[in-house]
C-alpha cells in the first residue's frame, strides 16, 4: 500500500511524526506563548523518538534530557521573564503571508531535493549507525576523534551563554 | 532485532498508562469516588494554605534565568561525560586532555559567575 513496506519501524516512524507535525502546527498556531513553549516540548520528545528508532539510543536520551527537560524550561524562563500575558491577535491574509507561503514551498522542494539526490546507506551493514559498537561508545568515539574541535567549541559557546546570564542578572541587581 | 523493539512497545504502553492515569483519577473513577460538597473555601486555589492572590503567570526575576542556564550548561556537561567515559578505554589520554579542557572552560564560566557575586541570594 502506497509503496511503503509496512513494517513495525515504518508504522513507529509514520506514529512518530504525525504527532511531531501535530506538535509543531500546535506550537505556531497557539496564540499563548506559554503554550508554544509546551508544544515545541512535545516535538523535541518526538525527536527523540525518532533518534531512538534509528538505533541511536544515546542521542535519544540526550534530547530527552537536554531539549525536552533543560531548554523547554530555559524558553519557558526567558518567556516569564518578558511580558507575556499579551495574546497574539489573529493575523490577516495579507501580502506577506503569501510571499511566506511560496518561501516555504520552495524550501520544502529544496530540502526534497537535496534529501532525494543522496545515497543513502542500504542494507544490514549500511543501516548499523553505531558501527558495532554499543550507541554512547560509538558517539565518545566519534566526538573524540574526529571533531575535537567543534567539541571544544561547545565549550566556548556555553560560557558565551553563561557570561550573558550573568550581565542580565547583574545589570537587574543593580536596578534594585 | 526483533525482542528490542518488543522492549519499546512496554515504553508506548508505559506513556499511554501515563497519560490514561490522570484522566482516569481527574475525571472517570475520581468523581464516582469522592463526596461532592462545594463550599466557597474549598473551591479556592490551593496555594500551601494562603489566601491566593494576583495570576500565576507573574514576571519572573532575570536572576531565575542565570540559574536555569547554569543548570543547562552543567546538564550539557554530565552529558558529554557519558560517552567520554564510555569509550575511554579506546581513546586514550588524549580524550582526557580534550575532556580536562573542556572542563576547565565551564569552571571558568562558573567562576566567573561566583567572582560577580550573581549566585548569592539576598
Known amino acids: 500500500m502506497l509503496g511503503l513496506a509496512w513494517t513495525p519501524p515504518m508504522i513507529a516512524f509514520l506514529v512518530i511524526s504525525l504527532l511531531i507535525l501535530v506538535c509543531a502546527i500546535m506550537a505556531i498556531s497557539f496564540r499563548k506563548v506559554i503554550y508554544m513553549a509546551l508544544a515545541i516540548g512535545g516535538v523535541f520528545l518526538g525527536c527523540a523518538a525518532v533518534y531512538i528508532l534509528l538505533g541511536a539510543e544515546f542521542v535519544g536520551a540526550a534530547q530527552i534530557l537536554i531539549y525536552a527537560g533543560a531548554i523547554t524550561i530555559l524558553i519557558m524562563f526567558a518567556i516569564m521573564l518578558t511580558n507575556h500575558e499579551a495574546e497574539e491577535p489573529p493575523a490577516a491574509w495579507s501580502v506577506r503571508n503569501i510571499a511566506a507561503a511560496v518561501g516555504c514551498v520552495l524550501l520544502g522542494v529544496t530540502l526534497y531535493a537535496v534529501i532525494r539526490s543522496q545515497s543513502w546507506p542500504h542494507g544490514a551493514a549500511g543501516a548499523d549507525v553505531n558501527q558495532g559498537q554499543s550507541n554512547p561508545v560509538a558517539v565518545g568515539l566519534a566526538l573524540f576523534q574526529h571533531y575535537t574541535v567543534p567539541f571544544e567549541l561547545v565549550s566556548l559557546l556555553l560560557i558565551v551563554a553563561l557570561v550573558g546570564a550573568v550581565i542580565l542578572a547583574q545589570e537587574r541587581k543593580e536596578d534594585e | ?122
Open chain 2, 1 to 122: 532485532m526483533s525482542p528490542y523493539w518488543n522492549a519499546y512497545l512496554y515504553v508506548v504502553l508505559f506513556t499511554l498508562f501515563g497519560l490514561l492515569l490522570p484522566f482516569a483519577a481527574l475525571w472517570i473513577i475520581g468523581p464516582i469516588l469522592r463526596p461532592n460538597k462545594p463550599a466557597k473555601g474549598k473551591l479556592t486555589t490551593y496555594e500551601s494554605g494562603l489566601e491566593p492572590f494576583g495570576d500565576a503567570h507573574v514576571r519572573y526575576h532575570a536572576r531565575y534565568y542565570l540559574f536555569a542556564l547554569l543548570f543547562v550548561v552543567f546538564d550539557v556537561e554530565t552529558l558529554f561525560l557519558y560517552p567520554w567515559a564510555a569509550s575511554f578505554h579506546q581513546l586514550g589520554l588524549f580524550a582526557l586532555a580534550e575532556m580536562l579542557l573542556f572542563i576547565v572552560m565551564l569552571a571558568i564560566g562558573l567562576i566567573y559567575a561566583w567572582r560577580k557575586k550573581v549566585l548569592e541570594w539576598t
